[in-house]
C-alpha cells in the first residue's frame, strides 16, 4: 500500500509537471517523458486504495496541477503577445488535459475496478490529443508525441503512426514503470519482484529505436531535385511592419533575392504576411507591390516565387454566405471574406492562391463565437493575419516546374500532421512552411514551432524547407535531420538545392487512425461505464 501525506501529493503532482516540461524541446531531455507521468500515476493509485479521503474531483484537481505546470514550463512565451490571453490559454488547456485524464480515472475504477493497471488512460488521451487537432479550440502544442522532434532518430517510425504514436509509446512505458514500482513495494522492496515489467518496458523502448534506426538505413536518395532560395526579410512585427508601406516591404526582399540569387534558382520562397496590407485578390495585379515582384520575374523569367501576403475576396452573387463572411458597412447586403495567404507569381502566368486552412484560435478566428464574443478582445496575437478568416477547403500546389510541386503549409498549419499528409496525398515534391514567428521574440517558441516541423519530414518523407520573417529558416531532409538554419534576428537568404521525393508513406495515406481507433474504444468504455451505473442504480 502507498502512504502519502497531503503535502507529498502536491508535490507529486508538481514533480510530474516539472519533468514533462523538462523533457520537452528544444533545450529538454526526451527521454525523460518515459518516467514523467509516474509521479501523477502514483497519485491515481493512492486515491484509488483510499477512496474515502478524497471527493470525486480528486483527481482532476492534482492532475490540473501537473498539466499547468507543463503548459507554463513549456508554453510560457505565449503570454508576449497578451498577458490575459496567454493565462486563458494555460487555464483551458490545463483543464482539458485534467478532465481526460480524471475521466479515464472514473471509467476505470467503475468498470474495470482498478486491476488492468490503468491502461485504458492510453485509448483516452489519444482519443484527446485527436480530438484537440480537430475542433474550434484546437492548440495541439503539447501532445505528447511532440517531445522527440528533437530526437529524430528515435521516431523514424512516424511514417507509420504519426505523433499519436509516439504518445502511445510515452503513456505505455510510463504505466509499465509504475508497475514495477507498485510490485516493489507491494513485495517488500525487493527487486526481482518488478523484473517482469522493468524488462517488458525496456524491450518497448529498444524495439522502436531499433525499428527506427532499420527504417533510417533503408531511405534512398533521389536524383532530381530544385534549387530554392528562402528569404528571412527580419521585419519587427509589432511596429516595423506596419510603419513600412508594402512597396518597402517588398523592396526589402527583393534587395536580399538579389544579393543571393544565382543562374541555378528556380524557386523563391518569403514568409507569411510579407506583404501584410491587404489587398483584394480580383484587382490583385494593380498593386505596387506585387508590380515589384512582377518586374524582378521578368528580369528572372525562370524564377518562381512563393510569397505569404494577406488578401481578401468579394463573394461572388449566389454564393454561400458562410460565417467568417463580413459586410460592408454601407452595403451591408454584400460581403467579402479576409485570408492568410500564400501567393505564387510565374512569369506570363496569372497569381495563384491558397488560403489558411488551420486557423489559430482567437487570432484568425473566434471559436464558438456565439459564446466567446465577450473575449474576443483578448485574443491572442501570434502571428499573421488577425480577425475571422476564409480558409481553402482542399489541398492546393504550386508548380515551379512541370516535374515539381511545392506544399504551402503557413505557419501554424505545419503542427498538424494529417493535415500536412492530406498536401501529401496530392503528390508534393516537397514541403514548404512560410511563417512568422516574431510575436514571440527569442523565446522557445519560434525554436519549438521549427523543431515540430521535422516531425512532418519523417511522417511525410519530404524534405521541409522553411522561410520565417526573423527565424529560424532552414532545410530539414526527409529523416528529419537538419541541413542548415539561420540565427534569430538576422537578414538573410538561405541557398538549397532540394531533392524531389514522391513516396507517399502510410501514415499519409491513412492519417491519425490511432485516434479515431482510440475514440471508438472510448465510446464504448464509456457506454459501458453507464450501463454499470444505471444498473446499480436501479438495484
Known amino acids: 500500500m502507498l502512504q502519502f501525506k497531503k503535502y507529498q501529493i502536491w508535490l507529486l503532482a508538481i514533480l510530474s509537471g516539472l519533468l514533462l516540461g523538462m523533457s520537452w524541446p528544444v533545450n529538454g531531455f526526451a527521454p525523460l517523458a518515459f518516467i514523467a507521468l509516474i509521479p501523477m500515476l502514483l497519485i491515481r493509485t493512492y486515491i484509488l486504495q483510499n477512496p474515502t479521503l478524497f471527493s470525486r474531483g480528486a483527481m482532476v484537481l492534482y492532475s490540473y496541477v501537473t498539466f499547468l505546470v507543463f503548459n507554463l514550463f513549456t508554453t510560457w512565451w505565449v503570454a508576449y503577445s497578451t498577458l490575459v ?6 487555464l483551458l488547456n490545463s483543464f482539458f488535459m485534467a478532465l481526460v485524464f480524471g475521466l479515464a480515472h472514473i471509467v476505470d475504477s467503475r468498470i474495470m475496478k482498478g486491476k488492468t493497471g490503468f491502461f485504458i488512460l492510453i485509448f483516452f488521451f489519444i482519443s484527446f490529443e485527436y480530438l484537440h487537432m480537430n475542433w474550434e479550440l484546437t492548440w495541439s502544442w503539447l501532445n505528447l508525441g511532440n517531445v522527440f522532434s528533437e530526437y529524430p532518430n528515435f521516431v523514424q517510425w512516424y511514417e507509420y503512426t504519426g505523433v499519436l504514436g509516439g504518445s502511445i509509446w510515452v503513456i505505455t512505458i510510463n504505466l509499465i514503470i509504475q508497475q514495477a514500482i507498485l510490485r516493489w513495494i507491494k513485495y517488500d522492496r525487493k527487486i526481482q519482484y518488478s523484473i517482469v515489467p522493468l524488462f517488458t518496458a525496456l524491450f518497448l523502448i529498444v524495439v522502436p529505436l531499433m525499428f527506427s534506426s532499420y527504417l533510417s538505413d533503408r531511405i534512398q536518395k533521389q536524383q532530381s531535385s530544385i534549387n530554392v532560395l528562402l528569404i528571412q526579410p527580419n521585419i519587427e512585427p509589432y511596429e516595423e511592419a506596419y510603419e513600412l508601406t508594402s512597396g518597402q516591404l517588398v523592396d526589402n526582399i527583393l534587395n536580399i533575392s538579389k544579393k543571393y540569387i544565382d543562374t541555378n534558382t528556380e524557386l523563391i520562397i518569403c514568409p507569411e504576411s510579407s506583404i501584410n496590407r491587404t489587398m483584394w485578390e480580383e484587382s490583385i495585379e494593380q498593386y505596387p507591390a506585387i508590380k515589384k515582384l512582377r518586374n524582378f520575374i521578368k528580369k528572372h523569367k525562370n524564377v518562381s ?3 505569404g501576403a494577406s488578401t481578401r475576396r468579394m463573394l461572388r452573387q449566389g454564393e ?20 492568410n495567404s500564400a501567393l505564387f507569381l510565374q512569369n506570363n502566368k496569372p497569381i495563384e492562391f491558397y488560403h489558411k486552412a ?3 484560435p482567437g487570432v484568425e478566428r473566434m471559436p464558438f463565437a456565439a459564446l466567446l464574443k465577450p473575449v474576443e478582445k483578448y485574443a491572442i496575437d501570434l502571428g499573421g493575419t488577425t480577425g475571422s478568416l476564409g480558409i481553402s477547403t482542399k489541398p492546393k500546389l504550386f508548380s515551379p516546374r512541370p516535374d515539381v510541386n511545392v506544399a504551402p503549409i503557413i505557419c501554424y498549419e505545419s503542427i498538424y500532421g494529417e493535415f500536412v499528409g492530406n498536401f501529401v496525398k496530392e503528390q508534393p515534391s ?11 521574440y ?17 511522417e511525410t518523407r519530404r524534405y521541409v524547407v522553411r522561410a520565417a520573417n526573423t527565424g529560424i529558416s ?19 537568404a538561405i541557398k538549397a538545392n532540394i531533392p524531389i521525393y514522391t513516396a507517399w508513406t502510410y501514415y499519409a495515406k491513412n492519417g491519425d487512425y490511432l ?10 468504455l464509456i457506454l459501458m461505464s453507464l450501463s454499470s451505473f444505471l444498473r446499480r442504480k436501479e438495484l
Do not use: M
Open 474 to 492: 532552414g532545410v530539414i531532409n526527409e529523416k528529419g535531420e537538419v541541413l542548415e538554419t539561420s540565427k534569430f534576428y538576422d537578414k538573410t
Open 305 to 307: 516565387i512563393l510569397i
Open 515 to 524: 485516434g479515431r481507433i482510440s475514440i471508438f474504444i472510448v465510446v464504448l
Open 85 to 90: 490571453g496567454g493565462v486563458l490559454a494555460f
Open 320 to 339: 454561400e454566405v458562410k460565417a467568417y463572411a463580413r459586410s460592408f458597412s454601407d452595403e451591408p447586403d454584400k460581403y467579402y471574406y479576409n485570408y
Open 358 to 360: 488551420k486557423l489559430v
Open 430 to 440: 516537397f514541403i514548404s512552411v512560410i511563417t512568422n514567428d516574431a510575436w514571440w
Open 442 to 458: 527569442n523565446s522557445p517558441g519560434h525554436k519549438q514551432h521549427f523543431s515540430y516541423a521535422r516531425l512532418r519530414a519523417i
